[in-house]
């Protein structure tokens, strides 16, 4: 079969947040995670949330009604510097999960001020 399309890259990733919080997305996000804050469209501003910007995706917390963490279904952040990373989490209070599961590479997992699991993962 041909395909008449073809994949570029992943654009963005969703997660589900509670309401209001925003203010704790934009300490981890923003401040610990280092990522810059864009401004959602004004027609979906409204509906609470906030988007961040990272080198070749983005990052939309949306608030979801009845909110549950994802706490199987997760993003994957491919990071240089990885033992860096891991070292601020803990230092600021998140798990640091790691997994040897997936030959050639380290990762861990972790989760965001709401619980929804985000794995971190650099080749070595």
């Not at 969703?14 to 923003?30: D, M, S, Y």
């Not at 990272?54 to 990071?79: N, S, T």
């Amino acid at each position: 079969m041909t395909a008449d399309f073809s994949f570029e890259q992943v654009d963005h990733v969703q997660l589900a947040i509670p309401a209001g919080g925003e203010v704790a997305c934009r300490v981890f996000w923003g401040g610990l995670l280092g990522l810059a804050e864009v401004p959602k469209p004004p027609v979906l501003a409204p509906r609470g949330g906030c988007w961040f910007d990272g080198p070749g995706f983005q990052v939309h917390l949306g608030v979801e009604a009845g909110f549950r963490p994802a706490r199987k279904a997760h993003p994957g952040f491919r990071i240089r510097g990885i033992r860096a990373l891991a070292d601020r989490l803990a230092s600021a209070g998140y798990p640091v999960t790691w997994s040897d599961e997936v030959p050639g590479q380290d990762r861990f997992h972790t989760a965001d001020p709401f619980g929804n699991r985000l794995e971190f993962l650099a080749p070595h």
